[in-house]
Protein backbone atom coordinates (compact mmCIF):
# COMPACT_ATOMS: atom_id res chain seq x y z
CA UNK A 1 0.00 0.00 0.00
CA UNK A 2 1.49 3.17 -1.24
CA UNK A 3 1.41 6.16 1.56
CA UNK A 4 -1.24 8.69 0.08
CA UNK A 5 -2.66 6.76 -2.59
CA UNK A 6 -6.06 5.11 -1.73
CA UNK A 7 -6.24 1.40 -1.34
CA UNK A 8 -8.06 -1.00 -3.09
CA UNK A 9 -10.11 -4.39 -2.29
CA UNK A 10 -10.68 -6.90 -4.67
CA UNK A 11 -14.07 -8.99 -3.56
CA UNK A 12 -14.61 -12.08 -4.58
CA UNK A 13 -18.72 -12.89 -4.53
CA UNK A 14 -21.06 -10.60 -5.03
CA UNK A 15 -23.66 -11.60 -2.50
CA UNK A 16 -24.70 -10.42 0.52
CA UNK A 17 -21.49 -11.20 2.58
CA UNK A 18 -19.19 -9.85 -0.59
CA UNK A 19 -21.60 -6.76 -1.35
CA UNK A 20 -21.80 -5.15 2.24
CA UNK A 21 -17.75 -5.55 2.38
CA UNK A 22 -17.61 -3.42 -0.66
CA UNK A 23 -20.50 -0.85 0.60
CA UNK A 24 -18.37 -0.69 4.32
CA UNK A 25 -14.77 -0.44 2.73
CA UNK A 26 -16.29 2.59 0.29
CA UNK A 27 -17.61 3.84 3.50
CA UNK A 28 -14.45 3.78 4.89
CA UNK A 29 -12.62 5.39 1.77
CA UNK A 30 -11.31 2.42 -0.13
CA UNK A 31 -11.60 1.40 -3.64
CA UNK A 32 -13.85 -1.64 -4.29
CA UNK A 33 -14.21 -3.88 -6.97
CA UNK A 34 -16.32 -7.28 -7.11
CA UNK A 35 -16.19 -9.96 -9.06
CA UNK A 36 -18.97 -12.72 -8.80
CA UNK A 37 -18.97 -15.54 -11.06
CA UNK A 38 -22.77 -15.73 -12.52
CA UNK A 39 -23.33 -13.81 -15.12
CA UNK A 40 -26.75 -13.07 -13.91
CA UNK A 41 -28.23 -10.33 -11.62
CA UNK A 42 -28.67 -12.76 -8.52
CA UNK A 43 -31.72 -11.09 -6.87
CA UNK A 44 -34.42 -13.58 -8.11
CA UNK A 45 -32.28 -15.65 -5.43
CA UNK A 46 -32.96 -17.23 -1.83
CA UNK A 47 -35.88 -17.33 0.46
CA UNK A 48 -36.48 -15.56 3.58
CA UNK A 49 -33.80 -14.09 6.18
CA UNK A 50 -34.51 -13.16 9.60
CA UNK A 51 -33.51 -9.35 9.79
CA UNK A 52 -31.05 -9.40 12.71
CA UNK A 53 -29.35 -6.18 14.50
CA UNK A 54 -25.75 -7.02 13.12
CA UNK A 55 -27.56 -5.98 9.44
CA UNK A 56 -28.93 -2.80 10.41
CA UNK A 57 -25.63 -1.97 12.17
CA UNK A 58 -23.87 -2.35 8.87
CA UNK A 59 -25.86 -0.34 6.73
CA UNK A 60 -25.91 2.25 9.57
CA UNK A 61 -22.46 2.68 9.18
CA UNK A 62 -22.08 2.46 5.48
CA UNK A 63 -24.88 5.21 5.58
CA UNK A 64 -27.33 3.09 3.20
CA UNK A 65 -30.75 4.59 2.96
CA UNK A 66 -33.32 2.04 3.17
CA UNK A 67 -37.62 1.68 3.72
CA UNK A 68 -39.26 -0.90 5.51
CA UNK A 69 -36.97 -3.70 5.34
CA UNK A 70 -38.94 -6.65 6.37
CA UNK A 71 -42.64 -8.03 7.80
CA UNK A 72 -42.99 -7.84 11.59
CA UNK A 73 -44.38 -11.14 13.86
CA UNK A 74 -45.21 -11.02 17.19
CA UNK A 75 -46.10 -14.64 18.25
CA UNK A 76 -44.41 -17.92 17.83
CA UNK A 77 -46.89 -20.81 17.17
CA UNK A 78 -46.33 -24.65 17.23
CA UNK A 79 -49.19 -26.50 15.33
CA UNK A 80 -49.26 -30.32 15.69
CA UNK A 81 -49.96 -32.33 12.56
CA UNK A 82 -54.10 -31.80 12.93
CA UNK A 83 -53.52 -28.20 12.72
CA UNK A 84 -54.02 -27.17 16.63
CA UNK A 85 -51.81 -25.04 18.30
CA UNK A 86 -49.91 -26.54 20.52
CA UNK A 87 -47.91 -23.99 22.30
CA UNK A 88 -47.93 -19.58 21.79
CA UNK A 89 -45.63 -17.81 23.19
CA UNK A 90 -44.74 -13.53 22.50
CA UNK A 91 -41.55 -13.49 20.66
CA UNK A 92 -41.29 -10.75 18.20
CA UNK A 93 -38.83 -10.31 15.28
CA UNK A 94 -38.59 -8.74 11.70
CA UNK A 95 -38.16 -11.33 8.71
CA UNK A 96 -36.58 -9.87 5.88
CA UNK A 97 -35.49 -11.59 2.27
CA UNK A 98 -32.59 -12.42 0.13
CA UNK A 99 -33.31 -10.46 -2.57
CA UNK A 100 -34.77 -7.49 -0.70
CA UNK A 101 -31.65 -7.27 1.16
CA UNK A 102 -29.55 -7.71 -1.98
CA UNK A 103 -31.38 -5.08 -4.07
CA UNK A 104 -31.34 -2.61 -1.19
CA UNK A 105 -26.92 -2.80 -0.85
CA UNK A 106 -26.89 -3.62 -5.01
CA UNK A 107 -28.40 0.13 -5.39
CA UNK A 108 -26.07 1.45 -2.55
CA UNK A 109 -22.84 0.33 -4.98
CA UNK A 110 -22.29 1.92 -8.51
CA UNK A 111 -22.29 -0.33 -11.47
CA UNK A 112 -19.42 0.04 -12.28
CA UNK A 113 -17.56 -1.93 -9.45
CA UNK A 114 -19.14 -4.71 -9.64
CA UNK A 115 -18.07 -7.33 -12.41
CA UNK A 116 -20.34 -10.12 -13.01
CA UNK A 117 -19.49 -13.28 -15.08
CA UNK A 118 -16.06 -13.18 -13.63
CA UNK A 119 -15.48 -15.98 -11.89
CA UNK A 120 -11.99 -16.57 -9.80
CA UNK A 121 -9.63 -19.50 -11.05
CA UNK A 122 -6.88 -18.68 -8.37
CA UNK A 123 -5.11 -15.41 -6.07
CA UNK A 124 -1.23 -15.11 -5.55
CA UNK A 125 0.32 -12.43 -3.27
CA UNK A 126 3.62 -10.99 -2.90
CA UNK A 127 4.20 -8.96 0.35
CA UNK A 128 2.04 -5.93 0.17
CA UNK A 129 -0.06 -7.12 -3.10
CA UNK A 130 -2.46 -9.59 -3.66
CA UNK A 131 -3.17 -10.69 -7.45
CA UNK A 132 -6.17 -12.12 -8.59
CA UNK A 133 -6.67 -14.23 -11.41
CA UNK A 134 -10.33 -15.31 -12.99
CA UNK A 135 -11.47 -17.97 -15.63
CA UNK A 136 -11.33 -15.66 -18.53
CA UNK A 137 -7.94 -14.50 -18.43
CA UNK A 138 -8.44 -11.23 -16.40
CA UNK A 139 -6.32 -10.52 -13.80
CA UNK A 140 -6.24 -8.00 -11.53
CA UNK A 141 -4.17 -6.55 -8.21
CA UNK A 142 -4.58 -5.37 -5.32
CA UNK A 143 -3.88 -4.13 -1.38
CA UNK A 144 -6.56 -6.61 0.01
CA UNK A 145 -8.27 -9.54 -1.45
CA UNK A 146 -11.88 -10.33 0.57
CA UNK A 147 -13.04 -14.01 -0.13
CA UNK A 148 -16.94 -13.58 0.33
CA UNK A 149 -17.43 -16.47 -2.42
CA UNK A 150 -19.28 -18.57 -0.02
CA UNK A 151 -19.55 -22.35 1.71
CA UNK A 152 -17.67 -23.50 -1.28
CA UNK A 153 -15.24 -20.86 -1.94
CA UNK A 154 -12.46 -20.95 -4.25
CA UNK A 155 -10.62 -18.63 -2.30
CA UNK A 156 -10.37 -21.13 0.99
CA UNK A 157 -9.85 -24.13 -1.33
CA UNK A 158 -6.64 -23.09 -2.25
CA UNK A 159 -5.24 -21.86 1.13
CA UNK A 160 -7.09 -24.84 2.74
CA UNK A 161 -7.22 -27.16 0.15
CA UNK A 162 -7.97 -30.58 2.94
CA UNK A 163 -10.91 -28.10 4.27
CA UNK A 164 -14.86 -28.86 2.66
CA UNK A 165 -18.10 -28.49 4.14
CA UNK A 166 -19.61 -31.54 5.87
CA UNK A 167 -23.23 -32.44 5.01
CA UNK A 168 -24.97 -32.45 8.49
CA UNK A 169 -27.41 -35.52 7.33
CA UNK A 170 -30.75 -33.45 6.29
CA UNK A 171 -31.95 -30.94 3.62
CA UNK A 172 -33.94 -27.85 3.74
CA UNK A 173 -36.89 -27.87 1.26
CA UNK A 174 -38.06 -24.14 0.90
CA UNK A 175 -40.61 -22.39 -1.04
CA UNK A 176 -42.28 -19.14 -1.59
CA UNK A 177 -45.92 -18.91 -2.18
CA UNK A 178 -48.30 -15.25 -3.06
CA UNK A 179 -49.83 -14.01 -0.13
CA UNK A 180 -53.33 -14.29 -1.41
CA UNK A 181 -52.43 -18.01 -2.88
CA UNK A 182 -52.99 -19.66 0.71
CA UNK A 183 -56.77 -20.53 1.63
CA UNK A 184 -58.18 -17.93 3.98
CA UNK A 185 -58.80 -20.55 7.04
CA UNK A 186 -54.98 -20.66 6.38
CA UNK A 187 -53.92 -17.10 6.27
CA UNK A 188 -56.06 -16.15 9.35
CA UNK A 189 -53.45 -18.83 11.22
CA UNK A 190 -50.32 -17.83 10.00
CA UNK A 191 -50.56 -14.20 9.73
CA UNK A 192 -48.91 -12.21 11.81
CA UNK A 193 -47.10 -15.21 13.42
CA UNK A 194 -43.66 -17.32 13.51
CA UNK A 195 -44.90 -20.57 12.79
CA UNK A 196 -43.94 -24.00 13.85
CA UNK A 197 -44.59 -27.95 13.39
CA UNK A 198 -42.04 -30.12 15.16
CA UNK A 199 -42.07 -33.90 14.26
CA UNK A 200 -39.98 -37.11 15.52
CA UNK A 201 -37.66 -35.96 12.79
CA UNK A 202 -38.28 -33.48 10.87
CA UNK A 203 -39.44 -29.55 11.66
CA UNK A 204 -41.36 -27.27 9.34
CA UNK A 205 -41.13 -23.53 10.00
CA UNK A 206 -43.22 -20.39 8.29
CA UNK A 207 -43.13 -16.93 8.20
CA UNK A 208 -44.20 -13.71 5.80
CA UNK A 209 -41.92 -12.10 3.99
CA UNK A 210 -41.73 -9.23 1.79
CA UNK A 211 -42.79 -9.40 -2.10
CA UNK A 212 -40.28 -10.08 -4.85
CA UNK A 213 -41.00 -6.04 -5.07
CA UNK A 214 -39.89 -5.72 -1.98
CA UNK A 215 -43.67 -4.65 -0.87
CA UNK A 216 -44.17 -5.16 2.85
CA UNK A 217 -48.13 -4.44 3.00
CA UNK A 218 -50.63 -6.77 3.46
CA UNK A 219 -51.61 -8.58 0.34
CA UNK A 220 -48.18 -8.31 -1.45
CA UNK A 221 -45.92 -10.08 0.89
CA UNK A 222 -44.88 -14.07 0.14
CA UNK A 223 -45.49 -17.12 2.43
CA UNK A 224 -41.67 -18.44 3.39
CA UNK A 225 -41.61 -22.06 4.58
CA UNK A 226 -38.87 -24.33 5.47
CA UNK A 227 -38.95 -27.90 5.99
CA UNK A 228 -36.47 -29.92 7.55
CA UNK A 229 -36.09 -33.47 6.36
CA UNK A 230 -33.49 -36.16 7.10
CA UNK A 231 -31.90 -37.32 3.87
CA UNK A 232 -29.20 -40.28 4.30
CA UNK A 233 -25.97 -39.14 2.22
CA UNK A 234 -26.18 -41.68 -0.40
CA UNK A 235 -29.26 -40.59 -1.65
CA UNK A 236 -28.23 -37.03 -1.80
CA UNK A 237 -26.45 -37.28 -4.84
CA UNK A 238 -29.84 -38.23 -6.59
CA UNK A 239 -31.96 -35.36 -4.58
CA UNK A 240 -29.73 -32.91 -5.84
CA UNK A 241 -29.58 -34.11 -9.69
CA UNK A 242 -31.51 -31.14 -11.49
CA UNK A 243 -34.79 -31.66 -14.19
CA UNK A 244 -31.84 -31.68 -16.98
CA UNK A 245 -29.73 -34.61 -15.49
CA UNK A 246 -27.17 -31.88 -14.24
CA UNK A 247 -25.79 -33.06 -10.60
CA UNK A 248 -25.66 -30.09 -8.46
CA UNK A 249 -23.21 -30.32 -5.11
CA UNK A 250 -25.59 -28.88 -2.58
CA UNK A 251 -28.92 -27.43 -3.54
CA UNK A 252 -31.08 -26.85 -6.16
CA UNK A 253 -32.50 -23.53 -7.36
CA UNK A 254 -36.02 -22.65 -7.56
CA UNK A 255 -36.64 -23.95 -10.77
CA UNK A 256 -34.67 -27.04 -11.21
CA UNK A 257 -36.46 -29.68 -9.26
CA UNK A 258 -37.42 -32.30 -11.62
CA UNK A 259 -41.46 -32.72 -11.58
CA UNK A 260 -41.73 -36.30 -9.88
CA UNK A 261 -39.71 -35.05 -6.92
CA UNK A 262 -41.97 -31.87 -6.54
CA UNK A 263 -44.76 -34.55 -7.12
CA UNK A 264 -43.35 -36.81 -4.03
CA UNK A 265 -42.66 -33.69 -1.97
CA UNK A 266 -46.40 -32.63 -2.25
CA UNK A 267 -46.96 -36.29 -1.12
CA UNK A 268 -44.93 -36.03 1.70
CA UNK A 269 -46.27 -33.34 2.63
CA UNK A 270 -49.94 -34.57 2.57
CA UNK A 271 -48.53 -37.65 4.78
CA UNK A 272 -46.93 -35.85 7.29
CA UNK A 273 -47.62 -31.64 8.01
CA UNK A 274 -50.44 -30.04 9.48
CA UNK A 275 -53.18 -28.62 6.57
CA UNK A 276 -52.16 -24.80 6.39
CA UNK A 277 -48.23 -26.47 5.85
CA UNK A 278 -49.92 -28.87 3.50
CA UNK A 279 -51.29 -25.94 1.68
CA UNK A 280 -48.31 -23.98 1.45
CA UNK A 281 -46.27 -27.18 -0.24
CA UNK A 282 -48.87 -27.22 -2.55
CA UNK A 283 -49.03 -23.81 -3.33
CA UNK A 284 -45.12 -23.36 -4.35
CA UNK A 285 -44.68 -23.63 -7.62
CA UNK A 286 -40.62 -23.88 -7.41
CA UNK A 287 -39.65 -25.34 -4.53
CA UNK A 288 -36.17 -25.48 -4.13
CA UNK A 289 -33.56 -27.53 -1.80
CA UNK A 290 -30.46 -26.85 0.09
CA UNK A 291 -27.98 -29.86 2.04
CA UNK A 292 -27.56 -28.65 5.48
CA UNK A 293 -23.37 -28.07 6.18
CA UNK A 294 -20.84 -27.90 8.93
CA UNK A 295 -18.00 -25.78 8.20
CA UNK A 296 -15.93 -23.66 10.30
CA UNK A 297 -12.20 -22.75 8.81
CA UNK A 298 -9.74 -22.62 11.26
CA UNK A 299 -8.18 -19.37 10.06
CA UNK A 300 -9.73 -16.23 8.21
CA UNK A 301 -6.41 -14.55 7.60
CA UNK A 302 -4.04 -15.20 5.02
CA UNK A 303 -1.73 -12.09 4.75
CA UNK A 304 -3.09 -9.68 2.22
CA UNK A 305 -6.21 -12.29 1.96
CA UNK A 306 -9.06 -12.50 4.16
CA UNK A 307 -12.11 -15.11 4.13
CA UNK A 308 -15.38 -13.71 5.42
CA UNK A 309 -19.47 -15.06 5.93
CA UNK A 310 -19.98 -18.41 4.71
CA UNK A 311 -16.80 -18.74 2.98
CA UNK A 312 -15.17 -18.71 6.22
CA UNK A 313 -18.03 -20.84 8.38
CA UNK A 314 -21.53 -21.61 7.68
CA UNK A 315 -23.86 -21.64 10.60
CA UNK A 316 -27.01 -24.05 10.97
CA UNK A 317 -29.72 -22.22 9.51
CA UNK A 318 -31.90 -22.38 13.24
CA UNK A 319 -29.10 -19.74 14.52
CA UNK A 320 -30.65 -17.74 11.96
CA UNK A 321 -27.55 -16.10 12.17
CA UNK A 322 -25.90 -16.74 8.53
CA UNK A 323 -26.00 -13.49 7.03
CA UNK A 324 -25.74 -11.64 10.58
CA UNK A 325 -22.63 -13.15 10.95
CA UNK A 326 -21.05 -12.26 7.48
CA UNK A 327 -22.09 -8.66 8.33
CA UNK A 328 -20.84 -8.15 11.72
CA UNK A 329 -17.45 -9.90 9.88
CA UNK A 330 -17.16 -7.54 7.33
CA UNK A 331 -18.28 -4.34 9.50
CA UNK A 332 -15.51 -5.13 11.88
CA UNK A 333 -13.32 -5.47 9.36
CA UNK A 334 -14.13 -2.09 7.50
CA UNK A 335 -13.36 -0.82 11.21
CA UNK A 336 -10.25 -2.71 12.06
CA UNK A 337 -8.97 -1.42 8.71
CA UNK A 338 -10.31 2.45 9.30
CA UNK A 339 -7.39 2.45 12.02
CA UNK A 340 -4.24 3.19 11.30
CA UNK A 341 -2.11 3.55 14.33
CA UNK A 342 -1.25 -0.21 13.87
CA UNK A 343 0.70 -2.02 10.93
CA UNK A 344 -2.05 -3.57 8.84
CA UNK A 345 -1.06 -7.31 9.61
CA UNK A 346 -1.44 -6.60 13.30
CA UNK A 347 -4.90 -5.27 13.07
CA UNK A 348 -6.26 -7.95 10.93
CA UNK A 349 -5.22 -10.39 13.51
CA UNK A 350 -6.54 -9.04 15.57
CA UNK A 351 -10.32 -8.72 13.70
CA UNK A 352 -9.37 -12.64 13.35
CA UNK A 353 -8.97 -13.28 16.56
CA UNK A 354 -12.23 -12.16 17.50
CA UNK A 355 -14.38 -13.50 14.28
CA UNK A 356 -13.21 -16.86 14.39
CA UNK A 357 -14.54 -16.77 18.41
CA UNK A 358 -17.86 -15.58 17.25
CA UNK A 359 -18.10 -17.84 14.01
CA UNK A 360 -17.61 -20.97 16.36
CA UNK A 361 -19.71 -19.93 18.67
CA UNK A 362 -22.44 -19.70 15.94
CA UNK A 363 -21.17 -22.80 14.40
CA UNK A 364 -21.35 -25.20 17.65
CA UNK A 365 -24.66 -23.88 19.31
CA UNK A 366 -26.07 -24.41 15.60
CA UNK A 367 -25.10 -28.01 15.75
CA UNK A 368 -26.42 -28.49 18.82
CA UNK A 369 -29.45 -27.27 18.19
CA UNK A 370 -30.06 -28.78 14.63
CA UNK A 371 -29.62 -32.17 15.91
CA UNK A 372 -31.72 -31.68 18.80
CA UNK A 373 -34.27 -30.43 16.52
CA UNK A 374 -33.93 -33.17 13.84
CA UNK A 375 -33.64 -36.26 16.57
CA UNK A 376 -29.65 -36.69 15.41
CA UNK A 377 -27.08 -38.64 17.98
CA UNK A 378 -23.50 -38.21 16.61
CA UNK A 379 -21.16 -39.74 18.67
CA UNK A 380 -18.84 -37.25 21.07
C1 LIG B 1 -32.09 -23.17 4.64
C2 LIG B 1 -31.30 -21.93 4.95
C3 LIG B 1 -31.93 -20.90 5.64
C4 LIG B 1 -31.19 -19.76 5.97
N1 LIG B 1 -31.84 -18.81 6.69
C5 LIG B 1 -31.11 -17.76 7.12
C6 LIG B 1 -31.71 -16.80 8.00
O1 LIG B 1 -32.88 -16.85 8.39
N2 LIG B 1 -30.93 -15.79 8.42
C7 LIG B 1 -29.63 -15.67 8.02
O2 LIG B 1 -28.99 -14.75 8.46
N3 LIG B 1 -29.05 -16.54 7.18
C8 LIG B 1 -29.74 -17.60 6.73
N4 LIG B 1 -29.12 -18.49 5.93
C9 LIG B 1 -27.68 -18.31 5.57
C10 LIG B 1 -27.38 -17.19 4.60
O3 LIG B 1 -28.05 -17.44 3.37
C11 LIG B 1 -25.83 -17.00 4.35
O4 LIG B 1 -25.13 -17.34 5.50
C12 LIG B 1 -25.50 -15.55 4.04
O5 LIG B 1 -26.25 -15.14 2.92
C13 LIG B 1 -23.98 -15.25 3.77
O6 LIG B 1 -23.64 -15.70 2.51
P1 LIG B 1 -22.28 -15.27 1.75
O7 LIG B 1 -22.45 -13.96 1.04
O8 LIG B 1 -21.12 -15.41 2.66
O9 LIG B 1 -22.17 -16.46 0.68
P2 LIG B 1 -23.12 -16.82 -0.54
O10 LIG B 1 -24.48 -16.24 -0.39
O11 LIG B 1 -23.00 -18.30 -0.75
O12 LIG B 1 -22.43 -16.07 -1.77
C14 LIG B 1 -21.23 -16.45 -2.36
C15 LIG B 1 -21.17 -15.78 -3.73
O13 LIG B 1 -19.87 -16.04 -4.29
C16 LIG B 1 -20.02 -16.38 -5.65
N5 LIG B 1 -18.86 -17.19 -6.02
C17 LIG B 1 -18.59 -18.47 -5.64
N6 LIG B 1 -17.42 -18.85 -6.17
C18 LIG B 1 -16.93 -17.81 -6.89
C19 LIG B 1 -15.76 -17.61 -7.67
N7 LIG B 1 -14.85 -18.59 -7.83
N8 LIG B 1 -15.56 -16.42 -8.26
C20 LIG B 1 -16.49 -15.40 -8.12
N9 LIG B 1 -17.63 -15.55 -7.40
C21 LIG B 1 -17.85 -16.74 -6.79
C22 LIG B 1 -21.34 -17.14 -5.71
O14 LIG B 1 -21.89 -17.16 -7.03
C23 LIG B 1 -22.19 -16.34 -4.71
O15 LIG B 1 -22.88 -15.28 -5.32
C24 LIG B 1 -29.82 -19.64 5.57
C25 LIG B 1 -29.21 -20.65 4.84
C26 LIG B 1 -29.93 -21.80 4.54
C27 LIG B 1 -29.24 -22.91 3.78
Same mark, same amino acid.
Given at each position: ??????????????????????????????????????????????????????????????????????????????????????????????????????????????????????????????????????????????????????????????????????????????????????????????????????????????????????? &??????????????????????????????????????????????????????????????????????????????????????????????????????????? &????????????????? &?????????????????????????????????????????
Amino acid at each position: MNPGSTPRALIIGGSIGGLLSAILLRAIGWRVDVFERSPHALDSRGGGIVLQADVLHAFRFAGIRHGTLGVASGDRIFLDQAGDVLQRTWQPQTQTSWNMLYQTMRRALPDDCVHPGAALARVEQAADQVRAHFANGRSEAGDLLVGADGARSTVRAQLLPDLAPAYAGYVAWRGLVPEPDLDPASRALLAGVFAFQQGDDHMLLEYLVPGEDGA &TQAGRRRWNWVWYRKVDAALLPALLTDRDGHPHAFSLPPGALPEARARALRADADAHLAPPFRALVHGTTEPFIQAILDLAAPRMVFGRIVLLGDAASVPRPHTAGG &TAKAAANALALAQALQR &TEAPIERRLQAWEAEQLRAGRAMTDRGRAMGDRIMGIDRPA
